[in-house]
């Protein structure tokens, strides 16, 4: 079984967000990039399926050379090999069609994005790759069991959750569930040693379109002052929920 | 051009989810000059003729064995059979689970420029331009298409609805899916009694400061008081006191309600950055130095099991 890990390189999550001083950009001054929280779910679980099930596990991002420290942690996490698709991830349509075309050099049995990635948040990589495979689709992924060709999945829907089936190959946008918080792996040193001389390939990027243009970005406006209201006070409460805000 | 709306509905009922899509698509034809069109799937029980109520006055329902149960591919080549033939060039769908799973399928069947996350209605429709949120809403910002289809998926609770007058016809319609890869639904588990998350209005959350899952029995009586859904933070669905579909946050659920209510939540940035949008936010901490309290419309300084029954009692005596 091949299983395809894509990685997204975001900021950590405890990043404080700030844009260029003409807001066309993200600046990226100071801060600390990371595994996308989602993808680290999805890319625990295909460690799983190496290790139980005799899985080859490659991880992919597109991305310029500063996104390699974070493939080299999925490679010490425990993916076999990477790939860099060496652009720019502009959008989330150009994304998608340069994993496809890599994808479909290289016929994996599974591909595991996340359902979204904690920076631009758009949620649509996964989809547009299966879609451009013309592949099953699962996306909010929380399990995942494959058994020869069949896989039994779950998925979050809103106020419940739906168990299916599909063949391989397929493609899903993952979360957690696929494996717990206490599952996800820090790196040992081990891994980390051998994560420097595993494959890292680095692609040159096929032509892709993009759909959408980037206008410029904005800071929420500032939150007015918290009204304090006593602890023994709660009727006051209550009124200031009817009276000023308005929502009861 | 016409705007195309996929109107979902849950076994056969519409939900606010759904009227909030209508009217999101109805007012964009308002702004392009021309008219909405909405697809609905299944069997339907409510009465379509509410979806009037929110601009939308004519709606086609695709059923048969195709639709009883949910499949992303086949919601997606039906919509983009029906824009064909009702000559729609933009798609708007509301960012519930199965609209974000059906959104980008569609997309590449119909080559449409995609904008996902959407806080608002369009600022401007030539070229289509929308505001969205990014970086789990610690910032925003504005994108275009000029691809001639498109597709929007707004966050639910973003724009909010409004019933005016008017009423649907809603007809029966068919079109021809062809080959599409396929999944098999073969259990659907839907929590009873319960409002889910994306699309609660007010919101009752909890964290670690509750102590244990023996503590939740007052976060849910205040919930049922208020027509309130229930979250929790990341710690406490993680130590399995709260199950997962209610962690919310940057890695969990993104909230948009008019009320969030947070109970012994420090108020870490992660969690802020899922929850920042709610329209008010009240915090009850028993450390006046949290930080939730920063980001807060009211605050309360003290004990959750002592403030949260005077509130449950306040609040009684407030309906009575
Ligand atoms: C990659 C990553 C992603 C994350 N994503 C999320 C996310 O999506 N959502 C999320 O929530 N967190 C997330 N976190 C975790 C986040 O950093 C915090 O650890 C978490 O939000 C803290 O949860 P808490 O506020 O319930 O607990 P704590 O931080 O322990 O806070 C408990 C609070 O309860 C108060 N308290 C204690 N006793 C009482 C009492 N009797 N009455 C009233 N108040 C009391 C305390 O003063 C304290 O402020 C993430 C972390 C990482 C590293």
Redesign the pocket.
């Known amino acids: 079984m091949k299983v395809l890990v894509c990685i997204s390189h975001v900021p950590d ?2 990043s404080k967000i700030n844009f260029t001083s003409d807001n066309k950009e993200f600046d990226k001054n100071g801060v600390q990039f990371v595994i996308n ?1 989602y993808d680290e779910f999805g890319l625990t679980r295909a460690i799983w399926l190496k290790e139980k099930q005799g899985a080859t596990v490659t991880a992919i991002n597109v991305g310029k050379a500063e996104t390699e420290p974070t493939l080299r942690k999925a490679l010490a996490i425990g993916a076999d090999d990477a790939i860099r698709i060496d652009a720019d991830a502009t959008d989330g349509f150009y994304v998608a069609q340069q994993i496809a075309a890599v994808a479909k050099e290289n016929n994996y049995d599974l591909i595991i994005a996340g359902r979204e990635s904690i920076d631009y948040n758009g949620g649509q990589v996964a989809g547009m790759l299966a879609a451009l495979l013309n592949q099953p689709f699962v996306n909010a992924c929380v399990g995942l069991e494959v058994e020869g060709s069949n896989a039994t999945l779950m998925r979050e829907i809103d106020g419940g959750k739906e168990t299916l089936t599909a063949s391989l190959p397929l493609v899903i946008g993952g979360q957690k569930g696929l494996v717990e918080e206490k599952d996800l792996r820090i790196p040992n040193m081990r891994g980390i040693m051998s994560a420097r001389t595993k494959p890292l390939a680095v692609k040159p990027a096929t032509d892709g379109a993009s759909r959408v243009q980037v206008g410029s970005f904005e800071k929420p406006a500032p939150k007015s002052a918290v009204t304090m209201v006593e602890a023994d006070n709660m009727d006051e409460l209550v009124k200031l929920l009817h009276e000023e805000a308005k929502v009861i | 051009m016409s705007v195309l709306v996929y109107l979902e509905n849950w076994e056969g009922k519409f939900k606010k989810n759904t009227f909030e899509a209508a009217q999101y698509a109805a007012k964009t034809a308002e702004m392009m000059g021309t008219s909405v069109i909405g697809v609905t799937f299944g069997t339907i029980s409510d009465d379509a003729a509410e979806l009037g109520k929110y601009g939308v006055s004519k709606v086609l329902n695709l059923s048969g064995d195709d639709y009883n149960s949910f499949d992303n591919y086949k919601i997606a080549a039906a919509l983009k059979e029906v824009a064909a033939a009702q000559n729609c060039d933009t798609l708007i769908v509301s960012g519930t689970f199965n609209g974000k799973a059906v959104a980008p399928l569609y997309s590449v069947m119909a080559e449409a420029g995609m904008i996902t996350n959407v806080t608002e209605l369009p600022s401007s429709v030539a070229p289509l331009t929308v505001k969205r949120s990014v970086f789990s809403s610690k910032g925003f910002v504005n994108y275009s298409t000029e691809a001639s289809s498109k597709v929007i998926v707004f966050i639910p609770n973003a724009v909010g609805v409004v019933a005016g007058s008017g009423s649907a016809e809603m007809t029966e319609s068919n079109v021809s899916l062809g080959d599409l890869p396929q999944t098999n639904v073969t259990n659907v588990d839907r929590v009873q009694g319960k409002i889910p998350l994306p699309e609660a209005e007010r919101v009752i959350s909890g ?5 244990g899952p023996e503590n939740w029995s007052m976060v849910e009586e205040l919930a049922e008081l208020m027509n309130a859904g229930t979250a929790c ?4 669905a993680d130590m399995g006191w709260r199950p997962h579909n209610e ?6 659920i993104a909230i948009n309600p008019e009320l969030y209510v947070a ?9 802020l ?2 929850v920042s949008n709610s329209k008010t936010i009240v915090v ?4 006046a130095e ?1 930080p ?1 309290f920063k980001a807060a419309d009211y605050g309360i300084v ?4 002592e ?1 949260v029954p005077k509130f449950i009692e306040a609040l009684k005596k407030f309906k009575a």
């Open positions: 999550t405890t929280p | 964290g670690r400061g509750l102590k933070s990341k710690p406490v962690h919310v946050g940057q890695t969990g109970i012994g939540i420090s108020g870490a940035i992660q969690h950055a899922g009850i901490n028993s450390d949290a939730f003290g004990d959750a099991f403030v």
